[in-house]
Every structure is written in structure tokens, then in C-alpha cells.
């Protein structure tokens, strides 16, 4: 196995084959992020494609002083963030799409999500919670799914998201909250 | 108080629904999607720039830019033409009366 440092040496001189080792190697890391954000399986291959069309095109801009993950998941998130972004001021003007062109409002609707990696006696609860994740705001849900899909420590998730130990543990306790309460009315209302 | 405590332990269960949970697996050919992304990318601006680059499409942006420089012209002389010619008209025969320019006097009236 190529070293991870050699590999991105050998990015840098445009080495299509060492670019290629590096997809293999961290595809599943990046589609596993963009799938737990934007919760579709599509745009999450698009989100991962898009990813590393970006390393390839600024790797030289990568300097090596975070770990190289590191930086796949900042762009990953960011990417993440930016489509739900865009998904959302669609939305907000989805009363026009009949007027502008075929695309109906229902098509912007999300379907239950199920994550094809969840144990299959779980699969219903984490339904439900997807949508309350849906709910949280946007450096809550990045940091609940670094942290709880991605497993990543809350070290590594300060430095993807540029912040403090301190601040991830807070975005942690106050993502959870709100699980809880989305959950909570979830439950209430279906009893 | 039964109903607030299973409410709490569905909550909990939910929320460790994600525990253990595998990767999701991406996409085999990726990479060779990865690649024709690129390569469609790149036919884009290379075939918007490959157009821009040829002496045709050079030539044929100056021409325009001259016929469109001359026409303006010809068009800004003969509206001057026009509007002095009418203009030269107009003040010879309306100006004396536009500006009450004739001598009138009460005594012209009341010579028989």
C-alpha cells in the first residue's frame, strides 16, 4: 500500500493513477458523510464525485498541516451543507416551479431515508431519527454525523469544522436536545 | 408516568439506532464516473474557448463592432441633418409670431 504522503506527492505532479488509488481509498469515507447529511442516495454520489474532482483541481493548495481525512471532510461538509442550502431556498420558492417549468413541489419532498449501513432491527427508530437529524441546524447535524456515523472523536471533528474540543461538546449536548425534543413530539404524537 | 418512562426509553433506543452502524459502500466505478465529470467539464470550456481563440470568430466580433460603430454614426448625422433643416424652417416662418416679434401700436388703429 502506497503511503498517504507519497500518494499526494504523486497528485500533485497530475499522477492520474495515484489519483485513482486515492478515490479507491477514501470513496466510502466521503459517501458515508454525504449521505448521513443530505440523506439521499444520488446527491450523495454526486456530493462524493464533486469532492474529488475538487482535490484533484486544488491539491496543491493542500499543505499537509491538517491530516489529508481532514480535509476530505471539511470539503465533504461543505459540499453537504451547500446543497442543502440550495435545496432549501428551492423549496422556499417551489410555488413558482408550476409556473417556470415541470418540476412539481413534491419533488423536493424527501422520502424516509434508510441507511443501508444500520442493523436491520433498527432500521425503523433510525427513520425517525434521520428526520429529527433533518430538523437540527447545520453544524449540529455536521458535528452529530462525524461524531455518530462517522465515529470520529471530537478532537478530529474541531478540526473539520474549525472550531474547539470545547464548542464540539456543546454543539453535541445542544444536537442531542433537540433530537430529544423532535423525537419526543414524534412519539407523543404517535401513541 | 408508565407512558412519559416508555416515551423516554423509545427516545433513548432511537437514539442509539445509529450505534454500530456500517459505512455505506460508494459507488465501484466512481472513478470512472469521477472521470467522465471531468471530461465533460472540460469539453465545455475547452470547446467554448476553441471558439473564442479562432480568427473567424475574431474577425467576425471586429466587423460587427465597426458596422455597429458606422451605422450609429450615419444615423446620428442624418437625425441632425433632419432636425436642423426643420428647425431653419420653423424659426423663419414662427418665430415673429412665437415671440410677439411684429410692432403693434394703439396709434396704428387709430389712424383713419
Redesign the interface.
Known amino acids: 500500500m502506497v503511503p498517504e504522503q507519497a500518494l499526494i506527492e504523486q497528485l500533485k505532479r497530475g499522477d492520474e493513477a495515484a489519483f ?1 488509488l486515492i ?2 481509498q477514501w ?6 458523510t454525504s ?1 448521513g447529511i443530505v440523506q439521499n442516495e444520488t446527491e ?2 454526486d456530493i ?2 464533486d469532492v ?2 475538487r482535490v ?1 483541481e486544488s491539491i496543491s493548495s493542500f499543505k499537509g498541516e491538517s491530516k489529508f481525512s481532514t480535509w476530505l471532510y471539511r470539503i465533504a461538509v461543505t459540499k453537504s451543507l451547500e446543497l442543502l442550502r440550495s435545496k432549501k431556498r428551492k423549496k422556499r420558492f417551489a410555488f413558482l416551479q408550476p409556473l417556470l417549468g415541470n418540476e412539481t413541489a413534491d419533488s423536493l419532498q424527501p422520502a424516509d431515508f434508510q ?5 436491520l432491527d ?1 432500521k425503523e ?2 427513520v ?2 434521520f428526520k429529527a437529524i433533518d430538523k437540527l441546524p447545520d453544524n449540529q447535524k455536521a458535528a452529530f454525523i462525524l461524531h ?3 465515529g470520529i472523536s471530537y478532537k478530529e471533528v474541531s478540526e473539520i469544522l474549525g472550531t474547539t474540543v470545547p464548542a464540539v461538546e456543546s454543539l453535541m449536548n445542544r444536537a ?1 436536545n433537540n ?2 425534543k423532535h ?2 413530539e414524534f ?2 404524537s404517535n ?1 | 408516568m408508565i407512558n412519559k418512562n416508555s416515551i423516554q426509553d423509545e427516545i433513548n433506543r432511537t437514539l442509539e439506532s445509529l450505534d454500530g452502524a456500517e459505512r455505506a459502500r460508494a459507488n465501484p466505478f466512481l472513478f470512472t464516473r469521477i472521470q467522465a465529470k471531468m471530461n465533460r467539464e472540460k469539453s465545455v470550456w475547452s470547446m467554448l474557448l476553441g471558439t473564442i481563440s479562432r480568427p473567424a470568430f475574431a474577425f467576425a466580433i471586429i466587423a460587427f463592432i465597426l458596422l455597429a460603430n458606422i451605422w450609429t454614426l450615419y444615423q446620428g448625422n442624418n437625425r441632425t441633418d433632419s432636425a436642423n433643416s426643420a428647425f431653419q424652417a420653423a424659426t423663419a416662418a414662427d418665430l415673429p409670431e412665437e415671440y410677439n416679434l411684429a410692432v403693434n401700436t394703439f396709434y396704428d388703429y387709430e389712424t383713419p
Do not use: C
Not at chain 1, 470513496?27 to 458515508?32: A, E, I, Q, R
Open positions: 485513482k478515490v479507491e470513496k466510502d469515507m466521503v459517501y458515508n449521505l450523495a454520489e462524493t464525485q474529488f474532482i484533484f441507511h443501508p449501513g444500520v442493523a433498527n427508530r433510525s425517525q431519527l455518530k456515523l462517522e442531542k433530537l430529544r423525537l419526543e412519539y407523543r401513541r
